[in-house]
């Protein structure tokens, strides 16, 4: 298991497995999501092509939310419904488009991902209903960690070049630059 993320009620539980394998250990084909209530019954459980990196309940616990490997990001809501997927196009030999990380914000109307397009240094705001694109933004590395701010009007974005964003989350613009990490 890499991820475990509850509904902020406590009362679903999302799973996602994930593997460091050795050189001699053959990766698996496929990994498994699954969607459990707070009495260890499973809800659901659905396979994706590869592991996943990123993982997000939406605060409700009304969607599920991954980032995969293989630079797709899938929604489904608590039946286990799939209600939308992304798919990242392989831009680069050098860096994949893995899908790192998935974040709700509070109310669970948005998705903050990366990267998206194809590009690792891009990350993105999505409709959680819709799965349409509301604003991309330029990191400059992948999207290691993203954060909303508690009312939900600030998106915080970390990148693996040491920056740290602070975007407005209606916009997509910058507020600032938080801090240059090394």
Same mark, same amino acid.
């Given at each position: 298991v890499?991820?475990?993320?509850?509904? &902020?009620d406590?009362?679903?539980?999302?799973?996602?497995?994930?593997?460091?394998?050795?050189p001699d250990h053959p990766y698996p084909e496929?990994?498994?999501?699954?969607?459990?209530? &707070?009495?260890? &019954?499973?809800?659901?459980?659905?396979?994706?092509?590869?592991?996943?990196?990123?993982?997000?309940?939406a605060p409700s616990g009304e969607y599920v939310s991954t980032g995969c490997d293989d630079g797709a990001i899938h929604l489904w809501d608590r039946e286990g419904n799939l209600l939308w997927e992304y798919k990242n196009e392989e831009k680069s030999s050098v860096h994949k488009p893995s899908v790192r990380w998935?974040?709700?914000?509070?109310?669970?109307?948005?998705?903050?991902?990366?990267?998206?397009?194809?590009d690792y240094e891009l990350s993105g705001l999505f409709e959680s209903l819709t799965g349409k694109l509301v604003w991309s933004f330029w990191t400059g590395g992948y999207l290691r960690?993203?954060?909303?701010?508690?009312?939900?009007?600030?998106?915080y974005l970390a990148s693996t070049n040491g920056m740290l964003y602070a975007v407005d989350t209606n916009t997509g613009k910058l507020r600032k630059i938080e801090a240059f990490l090394f």
């Open positions: 890499w991820w475990i993320k509850s509904s &902020n406590e009362k679903y539980f999302a799973f996602s497995q994930g593997c460091h394998c050795p496929t990994t498994k999501v699954l969607l459990t209530d &707070n009495k260890g &019954n499973l809800l659901w459980e659905r396979e994706v092509a590869t592991e996943c990196w990123g993982l997000d309940i998935v974040k709700f914000s509070p109310d669970g109307k948005y998705l903050l991902t990366g990267p998206i397009e194809g960690e993203g954060r909303f701010s508690r009312d939900g009007t600030t998106v």
